[in-house]
């Protein structure tokens, strides 16, 4: 039997089935509630699912990732809040065609643009990750796996943070953390200040939890406001006309284009998708004066490029090894525990999982639709759940998951310690992103290059003078330096333009327009 019928064949297991029902489940939920992410909810749900066959665990967490991307429009657009930061934009016409009476309509189109843009990504999965992962097995050694995994971390660090400083700490701190433990090539101890439990590092889904989850909950129990927002419950007709179809034609091919170029940029999620989406369908729309009122275009822009990201990090995560975005970091630190390695070799090794794995989003996908175009009232009703019983909830399953995985209290502990660490990474700027990648892909990029040294006979001139990992070296250098540019650039021109209206004199208001004068 070959992978493909194999792959297949692994989805007609009845508890497969079960496990997406019970990650549509969750996905949909985690979505509708604002401020838990399909990260969190991902991370949180891998500490359930170690002990269930490969196969059965990918598909709760792909199926919540799926799904997260449709339940999150729900508190976008009935009460302006982003469900997930994927979301942000939906918020911009989904939100005032909600007031204008037309939420229904918005939840279907949203919809709509959300399984297009998921669909068109497996597409893009589907075409380009078999023949990206067999030119990396017949180019990439050691050392072009040590380059690539260093371009990984550096575009996320440059674009996981406003300060490009804040995210080097941060994927220092992630290397240091993942340093911690016995040293792969020579099985020495290392950084284990003598305690034996030490030696296998720290455990990565007690980290995870406690930065995506733990973290995120001290947070809103540190900030909460009870929000005067009431959702909107009157929904309105559904189901858009011909005209409206044919509004949503050109903005789902623009914003999908941005959407999957987007997605095969490792780090970049749908929160920056869905806003280039929406600023490119404006830039092209007969009616770009209606963008930010209400909408059709804009909403169906917005939520096409955020969801159409989602096949690119796949794509880079299963081809390469390199996280797509924190969602793919947590499912690559999950596979890797099963004893699965993400990469090049998957496709060689195990393509019957590669198979699996896209019909576990193609009909996570279809669920997902055919679920949120039920006119589901009881969605409206779940926005005025009360906080605090969502918080007790979520901080017994972490607890639980955590100590799942080890049996061992001295997880758990480590888990409250690691969403204290998260708290004040949040306070004061400071991405996790950087930190879970740094942890995940620096023992990485520490063997590939122990191995490529090894080869070189130490000679690192040799390593890096390689073509490939030269070229790659190179692009993470200017992933770096780019932003920093761009930053200069922008307060240079901030400046400039503080200057002139300075020199311009004080502006002086008109009854009869904003500013006059001009």
Not at 54 to 73: K, S
Not at 140 to 169: C, H, Q, R, Y
Not at 310 to 330: C, E, N, Q
Not at 408 to 434: C, D, H, Q, S, W
Request: charged letters at 10%; glycine letters at 12%.
């Amino acid at each position: 039997m070959n992978g493909f019928a194999e792959g297949m064949a692994s989805l007609l297991d009845p508890t497969v089935g079960l496990c997406m029902l019970l990650g549509l489940g969750l996905g949909l939920l985690v979505g509708a509630f604002p401020g838990i992410t399909a990260t969190m909810a991902v991370a949180l749900a891998a500490g359930f699912t170690l002990t269930l066959e490969p196969v059965q665990g990918l598909a709760v967490l792909l199926t919540i990732y799926v799904a997260a991307n449709f339940g999150d429009r729900v508190p976008s657009i009935l009460v302006n809040t982003p469900g997930t930061p994927a979301s942000i934009a939906t918020t911009f016409d989904g939100y005032p065609m909600a007031k204008q009476g037309r939420a229904g309509l918005a939840l279907t189109i949203s919809a709509l643009g959300s399984a297009v843009g998921i669909l068109a990504s497996l597409v893009l999965f589907i075409a380009v990750a078999v023949p990206l992962a067999t030119m990396a097995n017949r180019l990439f050694g050691p050392a072009e796996m040590f380059a690539l995994v260093v371009f990984g971390l550096t575009i996320m660090v440059s674009i996981s943070s406003k300060s490009l400083i804040k995210g080097l700490l941060a994927g220092v701190f992630g290397l240091t953390i993942g340093a911690v433990g016995t040293y792969a090539i020579t099985n020495d101890a290392r950084f284990t200040l003598g305690i034996t439990d030490m030696r296998d590092g720290f455990s990565f889904i007690a980290v995870i939890i406690g930065l995506f989850g733990i973290a995120e909950l001290f947070d809103q129990l540190l900030t909460y406001r009870k929000s005067k927002v009431k959702p909107i419950s009157s929904l309105g007709r559904w189901w858009p006309n011909k005209s409206e179809v044919k509004q949503m034609g050109k903005p789902m091919l623009v914003s999908g284009a941005v959407g999957l170029g987007v997605g095969l940029v490792p780090a970049a999620g749908g929160d920056i998708a869905g806003l280039i989406g929406w600023d490119r369908a404006r830039a092209v729309s007969k009616r770009p004066q209606d963008f930010g009122k209400g909408s059709i275009e804009g909403i169906t822009a917005s939520d096409t490029a955020s969801s159409a990201t989602l096949g690119g990090s796949l794509t880079t995560t299963m081809a390469l090894g390199v996280p797509g975005d924190s969602v793919m970091a947590v499912m690559i630190g999950s596979m890797m525990i099963w004893g699965i390695n993400p990469g090049p070799g998957l496709f060689t090794n195990r393509p019957d999982l590669v198979v699996s794995i896209a019909g576990i989003m193609l009909i996570a996908t279809l669920l997902s639709l055919g679920v949120s175009l039920v006119r589901m009232k009881g969605m409206v009703k779940l926005l005025d759940v009360p906080n605090h019983y969502l918080w007790a909830t979520i901080l017994i399953f972490c607890i639980i998951g955590t100590y799942a995985t080890t049996n061992n209290f001295a997880t758990v502990i480590m888990m409250l310690g690691f969403g204290v660490v998260g708290v004040v990474l949040k306070r004061t700027g400071f991405p996790a992103g950087p930190v879970v990648l740094g942890m995940l892909l620096g023992p990485l990029a520490e063997k590939e290059l122990g191995r490529a040294l090894l080869i070189a006979q130490g000679n690192f001139f040799d390593v890096a003078s390689r073509p490939l990992t030269a070229a790659m070296l190179v692009l993470a250098l200017i992933s770096l330096v780019v932003p920093i540019v761009g930053r200069l650039r922008a307060r240079k021109k901030a400046q400039a333009l503080a200057a002139a209206a300075a020199a311009a004199g004080p502006v002086r208001e008109d009854s009869d327009s904003r500013f006059s004068g001009v």
